[in-house]
């Protein structure tokens, strides 16, 4: 039976410190103009900021990136099959040797800001590859968004920010297995998915 | 070869010609600033046959993390979560990558451009040989006009905690022989002051997988969620297992933001509450009366004609007898016996044998301790305590509740409390209201903050020179008065020259315009070695490039937990970066004291660090074993529970303390100490000189302003730019709306934060969580960070006679749009 690979973030657990995010970066050799995963702040106007009256305040967290969905409308604008749902895995890849930078996809997604085209020359601060061997190659003048860390996956590990969570809030699964710690924390606990109103069928979970 | 450049140009015409020697790697010769997407083709292939995995340990102030370090072509390309560990590399340890190979490490030995101002960003490429010279020369000429004291050591605190090459490590074997003056730097030290004057140690506390035994988690001025985020895990734990957070705090944290429960407080009170709840107690009854009489100081007798406590010496010429073993050594003591009144003889008894010790005295010569503490605290009524302290009658009743014995309580205290002037106080009283419960030293029941200290009695024992000679220490906050007036308590003490390792007297430090003007102008030749071009280097005359994690080996011993870990050599230092013990090698040479410093090899360092440490004897831990299992526990019980038999706190007596009889200032200063002997004894409330409320700074100041940890550094540590710096790359100063409006400033808006002594543009950031008269902003920001002015400008150097302790949070300010004018 093929894949069905999740994230699922545990909002009671999550501080909101960007770890996932800088483990992304590095792991994936990210150029410095590009974020696949950032953390938003739920709560007031600036980051890390709170919404109510002293006394009285809210602030939750939300890292986010690629949802990975069932109905990835992605997938169906995207010209030259770059962006495209893995059979076996369920992760929505984007390829970026087929990749012509058209940005259909970037118009099509409803969550805006997971993906990126590259307008510029990639730049890096340090002057040689950082993160892992498999990283993907970086180019201008295409799209580039979160790949679940396929390299990872194949090799059996999880994602990257998966991995990198210290308050040990992000779980990665196949909820296509019921035994899997994805699918238990879905069948037992409160959740929610981004936008579910544009039915895609979100990828990515948040425990409230 | 000898250049005149400015930084930039250096850093350009460096990467390209001189550094190959020193790199041996591929990096050396591409040229900067070429993307990496050059360099990935050229090495194409190249890369994974030559990974190399090693593992490496942060020695920052936050969680001393451990994790594995791959090493491609000579550089250091990946790191990631050692498996086996219980902490996952965080945003600020991944970031450590892009420091090392920034554009601001010390690359070579520098000397600032003859005629150019210090801070003027000119520097001029010298040899180390050159570099060795100019400095000894001078600090061997300052010895013989004004003696070995008008030299000056200056180490900071969270950059480097190796045992060999970090700040107590052999660098201070050199400092000690030339027997210079070691500015006591005068930090975080308030709370360990009143705490070590009740009897608590952090060194004794238990192993935070415990907190899941607790009932309650009690926060008294910590915040780990955002100061030692790898400690949240614990508590989430904990939470999911049932306890219960509970703050208290004048804002909303982000600890805060995770607790159950959140008791507001006004700011720098607590000492108010916590004597508020000891009264409580005493008058209920609710105390636990067998850990009080038999574990504290509540029996001992004072004389009522000096306040002295009676001795067995005095009473009746009793010889000494034997004392708790010293916490350090755990070698028994020799005390003079303190005197209780014996129930059953109706006599002065001794402490120790006594065994019907009464709680008051019928001899009118007498008071115990016990009745003069009631006493003391007759005043705390609970009007008094909610109007000086702001705490709701609710809130009160909650807190007494969760202290109840009954509870297994977790208290955990950080450094907030002590950082303002009476925060002395606040954790001398918060030792007494534990007194009260005895609430500690079973699953469940500690108390701690965020570091197993104990991991500090590894090593150091060699810092000791083999010429007996020491360094003697003065306080930083003395600094400026001593250069002023050319003297310390009254005597002569000319100062000439500073050398600081890896510290930061101007960003990190307090009132950074004064520390330039007064102390920094009026030197002859600052020193500063470092990796980075820090704000402190900039401000030097000479700056030797020193070596970052990757590139030495060394053992670190701090720990959440009680363990010991090893971080390997992963590559070779980068240009011409020294460890920190071959610096104190070649200038103990150059300085002529080779005998006294150079005699003692790492080797032999590395045997004393475990040879001489009866838990590192026990748990089989040296330094190929730790080399082997890169991390050791030195304690077997897992997880370990402090304080266990309560018989050991660090008094003379091993009992907790509410009443000392000669209280003693935590280091000598100028300070006049004797103004306030008599408020030393028992811990007690006095409102904070500037953040008071009625303090005479507060009508043109109006905002009291605090400081957090900032999540994404540790100190200083990403200012040159990095991942964990992009995650907040800017100033910011939490205000609260109904403040800004108050004041004429606006969510997102570059705004003048200042004060009587500087001034620093920050961008606002509207925030419901700060109490309406505070603010409250994220540390961390280096001068070349801000659009003008700087944190370090607007915080005060004031601070209280004992603790001798930067009060950072006893500060206010006012704020105002900024006019874009840059001020110096």
Known sequence: MSKKYAIVVDKKRCIGCSSCAVACKLENNIPDQIWYKKVRTIGGMQPLTPAGVYGDCTMTFEPWSCNHCDNAPCVEVCPTGATFKDEETGIVMQDIETCIGCGSCLTACPYEGVRTLLEDEPMWRVDFPVGAVEAPAHIAGKVEKCNMCAHRIAKGDVPACVEGCPARAMFFGDLNDPESKVSELLATREYYVLQPEAGTNPNVYYLV | ?824
């Open chain 2, 1 to 824: 070869m000898r250049e005149s450049l400015t930084r930039r140009s250096f850093v350009k015409v460096a990467g390209a010609a001189a550094a190959t020697a020193a790199l041996g790697s591929k990096l050396a010769s591409q040229e900067f600033g070429l993307g990496n997407l050059a360099v990935n083709e050229a090495l194409a292939g190249e890369a994974e046959a030559e990974e190399q995995e090693f593992t490496c340990t942060c020695s920052w102030s936050c969680s001393f993390c451990q994790y594995n370090i791959y090493v491609r072509n000579g550089n250091v390309s990946h790191m990631l979560p050692k498996p086996d560990f219980t902490y996952r590399t965080c945003l600020k340890g991944r970031s450590r990558i892009q420091r090392a190979y920034s554009e601001a490490r010390v690359r070579y030995p520098m000397k600032r451009v003859d005629g150019t101002p210090r801070g003027g960003g000119e520097w001029e490429r010298i040899t180390w040989d050159e570099a060795v010279k100019i400095i000894v020369d001078q600090w061997k000429k300052t010895e013989e006009e004004f003696g070995p004291l008008a030299n000056t050591y200056y180490q900071g605190g969270g950059g480097a905690q190796g045992s060999l090459n970090g700040n107590a490590g052999l660098i201070m074997r050199l400092f000690n022989a030339l027997g210079c003056t070691k500015w006591d730097y005068s930090f975080d030290a308030a709370t360990n002051t009143g705490l070590t004057r009740g009897g608590i140690q952090w060194f004794d506390q238990s192993e935070p997988q415990d907190f899941v035994n607790s009932d309650y988690i009690l926060f008294l001025g910590g915040n780990p969620v955002g100061a030692q985020i790898q400690m949240w895990q614990h508590l989430a734990n904990a939470q999911e297992a049932g306890a219960k957070i509970v703050c208290v705090d004048p804002l909303y944290s982000p600890t805060v933001n995770k607790a159950d429960k959140w008791i507001p407080v006004k700011p720098g009170c607590d000492t108010a509450l916590y004597l508020g709840i000891i009264k409580r107690f005493i008058d209920e009854g609710t105390y636990d009366a067998d850990f009080v009489l038999n574990h504290t100081c509540a029996p001992f007798l004072i004389k009522k004609e000096d306040g002295m406590y009676l001795r067995g010496g005095e009473y009746c010429n009793e010889p000494l007898h034997v004392g708790p073993p010293f916490w350090v050594t755990g070698i028994p003591t020799e005390i003079d016996p303190i005197m209780v009144w014996n129930e059953e003889t109706g006599q002065p008894d001794f402490f120790d044998t006594c065994e019907h010790p009464a709680w008051s005295c019928p001899d009118d010569q007498y008071v115990t301790a016990w009745d003069m503490f009631k006493e003391h605290v007759q005043e705390w009524t609970l009007d008094k305590v909610m109007e000086v302290t702001g705490i709701s009658e609710e809130d009160f009743d909650y807190l007494y509740d969760v202290l109840q014995p009954e509870h297994k309580v977790a208290h955990y205290i950080n450094f907030g409390t002590g950082a303002y002037e009476n925060g002395l106080h606040a954790a001398y009283a918060m030792t007494a209201m534990i007194a009260m419960t005895g609430n500690f030293g079973e699953p469940g029941r500690s108390v701690g903050g965020f570091d197993a200290m104990y991991g500090n009695f590894f090593g150091h024992a060699l810092t000791a020179p083999s010429n007996g000679k020491a360094c003697k220490a003065v306080t930083w906050l003395a600094a400026a008065d001593i250069m002023n007036s050319g003297t310390l308590q009254g005597e002569p003490y000319p100062i000439k020259n500073l050398w600081v390792s890896h510290g930061g007297l101007i960003g990190g430090s307090v009132n950074s315009n004064r520390v330039k003007h007064e102390i920094l102008d009026k030197m002859e030749l600052i020193v500063c070695q470092d990796p980075f071009l820090t704000d402190t280097a900039r401000y030097s005359d000479i700056v030797l490039p020193v070596t970052d994690m990757y590139e030495f080996m060394d053992v670190v011993p701090l720990s959440h937990e009680k363990n010991v870990r090893i971080s390997e050599k992963c590559i070779e230092p980068l240009f011409e970066a020294k460890t920190d013990s071959e610096i104190a090698r070649i200038f103990g040479e150059a300085f002529g004291l080779a005998d006294a410093v150079c005699d003692v090899t790492d080797e032999d360092w590395w045997k004393g660090t475990f040879d001489d440490v009866p838990a590192a004897v026990e748990n089989g831990i040296t330094l190929e074993t730790l080399k082997e299992n890169k991390i050791m526990r030195y304690v077997k019980e897992e997880p370990y529970i402090g304080n266990k038999d309560c018989k050991n706190f660090i008094t003379e007596t091993g009992r907790l303390m509410f009443y000392v009889d000669a209280p003693a200032p935590r280091t000598p200063s100028n300070y006049d100490i004797q103004a306030v002997f008599d408020r030393e004894k028992m811990p007690t409330y006095f409102e904070n000189k500037i953040s008071g409320e009625h303090s005479e700074y507060a009508e043109e100041f109006p905002l009291v302003c605090i400081s957090w940890r900032n999540p994404s550094r540790v100190h200083m540590t990403q200012y040159m730019g990095t991942w964990a710096s992009d995650v907040m790359p800017e100033p910011t100063l939490f205000v609260n709306p109904e403040d800004a409006a108050k004041y004429g400033v606006e969510d997102g808006q570059d705004i003048k934060v200042y004060n009587w002594l500087g001034h620093c543009v920050m961008k606002c950031a509207y925030h419901p969580g700060m109490r309406p008269g505070m603010t409250c902003y994220y540390k961390g920001y280096t001068e070349t960070e801000t659009k003008s002015g700087s944190q370090g400008a607007i915080t005060t150097d004031y601070a209280d006679a004992y603790a001798v302790n930067c009060s950072f949070f006893d500060n206010r300010v006012a704020i105002e749009p900024w006019d874009g004018i840059v001020e110096e």
